[in-house]
């Protein structure tokens, strides 16, 4: 036969300014003693005489008497709460013949100053503000602190009125991050989730923020109010240049995408469609265009960035088919600040940069622009492995696998695959409305992940 080894839990023994966090402590040790029935439970109601019961015949209930063992577990409860009593206090303990009746009144004792602690308690909860120099981490910590003290003296508050008021009390420079969260549903998130959204906006916080530059002296006359650049004393110290016939020659235009000389390549009419006029048709005495064969060529140029498909947004049958079978999806990663060409409510753009969002908890859908997407593919990847798993995403891309970003697609599905000459985008008109783009020149693939 085994007897079962004892369990010893050593705590702070009972002073008269730690009466809250022992009697968290000292519940602990009694309900790993299986002891707490002698404070709470029907061993204590029979010990006090309130137990009662019918006897089978008997038209009124009876007392029902103590056992000896539960004499035997109040006596032991009763001695380790004696034990874990300080000198001063432990005649409150010994005064009394019962285990409850020694809880009860060393509660009396420090019932007055419960009521001044939670007094204090809830004055600094509704106080609550971060510090200059705390981190979201250290403030996270002291206000789960003074959450579990709350709690201690029986007020507790709910999830989201935890959230609420940990966002209540950022600092200024966390607006954006509350605007955002405010506007989320916090009810449907957890305390890790949380956290890891307000570590995320404070770290790339701290990779925008640029620090001061100190002053650089003026290496002509020693100023620090200015540079040499900026100097008014260089024009006397350097001679004046001589200007050709006081004419400045115009910069030549040249587009790289036709090789027009009239005009730059965010004017051409070739690589723009909806930027020509409508009254002016396309004649054979107008300026070269590109064949088929070069223009394949030079679109296939995406890594280089002479293609720039920014305003190319998948047609509303192809995504809705991707959308019904991998979505719904939450948030999209490339679409115009305006949010003309985007395909989910929330959305990313040159203003909103895809690089400094949080992204746990979101299925994402990624039609960036091609010369970026090795960007937007190391990003996604970082944050997948950051929040372990809790992203997902749907990305477009050329089919291309001599690309440099295409081994960032290891591990994705191609589940959705379109040969060269497929009509797969929409552009902008010149009136803000949209129209089928013309076949594309590359093939097109679609990986999830």
């Known amino acids: 036969m085994t007897s079962q080894p004892s369990i010893q839990q050593k705590i ?18 009694l309900l790993v003693a299986d002891l707490w029935d002698a404070i709470e439970g029907e061993p204590a109601e029979r010990l006090a005489g ?42 409150l303990v010994t005064d009394e013949d019962t285990a409850l009746k020694a809880w009860q009144a060393l ?11 939670l007094i204090e308690l809830k004055r600094e909860w509704t106080n609550l503000e971060q510090r200059e120099d705390e981190s979201i981490m250290q403030f996270h910590t002291r206000v789960s602190h003074l959450h579990r003290q709350l709690k201690d003296v029986g007020i507790e508050y709910s999830q989201v009125d935890y959230f609420t008021q940990v966002l209540d009390a950022l600092l200024p420079k966390f607006e954006q991050t509350v605007t ?11 305390k890790v989730d949380f956290l890891a959204k307000l570590q995320w906006s404070e770290n ?49 235009k040249k587009c790289k995408w036709c090789k027009f000389k009239s005009h730059t390549s965010d004017q051409c009419w070739k690589k723009f469609p909806h930027l020509r006029p409508q009254n002016n048709a396309a004649t054979e005495d107008e300026e070269p265009s590109c064949s088929n064969a070069e223009a394949h060529l030079v679109e296939m140029k995406y890594v280089t960035g ?31 600040p305006a949010g003309n060409n985007a395909q989910c409510k929330r959305f990313c753009s040159k203003n909103r940069s895809f690089h400094k969002q949080a992204l ?33 995403g749907t990305f477009l891309v050329p089919d291309d696998p001599q690309a440099p970003w295409f081994p960032l697609l290891q591990g994705f599905r191609r589940v959705r695959s379109w040969p060269e000459g497929t009509t797969l985008f929409s552009v ?22």
């Open 12 to 29: 702070k023994h009972l002073t008269d300014k730690n009466y809250l966090s022992w009697r968290g402590c000292m519940r602990s040790v």
């Open 50 to 91: 309130v137990a009662m019961h019918t006897p089978s015949g008997a038209a009124q209930p009876v007392q029902t008497p103590a056992t000896h063992s539960d004499r035997k577990l109040d006596g032991k409860a009763h001695a380790t709460i004696h034990l874990n009593v300080s000198e001063p206090l432990q005649s």
């Open 107 to 117: 509660e009396g004792m420090f019932k007055s100053s419960l009521t001044s602690r």
């Open 180 to 190: 955002y969260m405010g506007l989320s549903d916090l009810s449907a998130m957890t």
């Open 204 to 252: 790339s916080a701290k990779r925008t923020s640029v620090p001061a530059r100190a002053a650089v002296a003026c290496r002509i006359c020693g100023s620090k109010a200015h540079n040499a650049f900026k100097c008014p004393d260089k024009k006397k110290t350097e001679p004046a240049t001589p200007k050709a016939n006081n004419t400045e020659t115009p910069a030549k």
């Open 306 to 336: 002479r293609y720039d498909p920014e305003d190319f947004m998948l047609l509303p049958e192809h995504f809705a088919s991707l959308d019904a079978e991998f979505g719904p999806h939450s948030l999209d990663a490339s679409a115009d």
């Open 360 to 392: 746990v908890g979101d299925n994402v859908w990624c039609n960036a622009p091609f010369k970026s997407l090795k960007a937007f593919l190391t990003t996604y990847r970082f944050q997948r492995q950051l929040f372990e798993g809790r992203v997902s």
């Open 428 to 449: 902008p008109t010149k009136d803000g409305k949209r129209k089928t783009a013309a076949p594309c020149h590359f093939p097109v693939a679609v990986y999830r992940d």
